[in-house]
């Protein structure tokens, strides 16, 4: 399958300390792949640069076959990169259904001065912002919820919550940083169904960041393995689970992941 996210040679440092040096992977069109590795490996580093956070040293990053490295976050999601983040970032305040919607806005057109004057078009978009968010949340199951305050949802639903927001924008990649973080083994095999329903109904291809190897092994095509800011490994979760410096690094005993 061809490559829909191309990542080569890359390097950043912060303050004299090399968060990443020379990783490099490719994501194919339609598959879920993981990237895994101990806390400060640079794992959601990796997310933050291809998201437009950060700025990389050195390296290049191609998506769908265009240069990612200068463009903005905004224009980043505009392209079709979607993501969710390691602390739950859902607006407390809001409700359900505008934190959908603030996902939403970065692929509306409508400027905010032709919003402020009412304009029939973008009116129009909003009415079908509005209704796409609604679908969204039913989709995550919290049809139910849409205008309760997303800070009184319990953790997993401010974690579908921020599914939904991620898919506003009308992603063709999905970076899932720690989905499962902080969830219980009933919470999170809950969260992999909903994980695999998305990418098939909706054709998605998705990068997980992942502690739980239970989710790595169930979801994942491939996984890349990080260590120090290198790459150690990569292949399907059986063979990094059975590398032998991915076990000395990160799993401690192949049993483990068996």
């Known amino acids: 399958m061809p490559a829909l996210l191309a990542v080569e040679d890359l390097a950043i440092s912060f303050g004299g300390l090399t968060a990443l040096s020379g990783v490099g992977f490719a994501v194919a069109e339609g598959e879920v792949f993981g990237l895994i590795g101990p806390n400060g490996a640079g794992k959601t580093t990796v997310f933050n640069v291809v ?33 969710t983040f390691q602390n739950t970032e859902v607006f407390r305040a809001l409700s359900a259904l505008d934190n ?22 973008v009116r129009r978009e909003e009415s079908a912002a509005r209704t796409r968010a609604g679908a969204l949340l039913e989709r995550v199951g919290l049809g139910d919820v849409a205008e309760v305050a997303a ?56 990068m997980i960041v992942e502690h739980d190897m239970d989710l790595v092994m169930g979801l994942c095509d491939r996984v890349a393995v990080l260590h120090h800011g290198r790459k150690i490994a990569e292949g399907t979760p059986r063979e990094v689970a059975s590398d032998a410096a991915v076990i000395e690094a990160y799993l401690g005993s192949a049993s483990d992941v068996a």
């Open 51 to 83: 998201t437009g956070l950060y700025r990389p040293d050195r390296g290049r990053l191609t998506f769908a076959g265009a240069d990612l490295v200068r463009l903005s976050p905004h224009r980043i999601a505009r392209a079709g990169l979607g993501r």
């Open 151 to 206: 800070g009184s949802l319990p953790l997993g639903s401010q974690k579908r919550l921020e599914l939904a927001r991620a898919l506003a924008g009308g992603p063709r990649l999905l970076l899932l940083d720690e989905p499962a973080g902080g969830l219980n083994p009933t919470e999170t095999r809950t969260l992999m169904e909903l994980i695999r329903r998305l990418r098939e109904e909706l054709a998605l291809t998705i």
């Open 100 to 121: 959908v919607l603030v996902g939403a806005h970065a692929s509306l057109h409508g400027g905010v001065l032709a919003a402020a004057c009412g304009l029939a078009a």
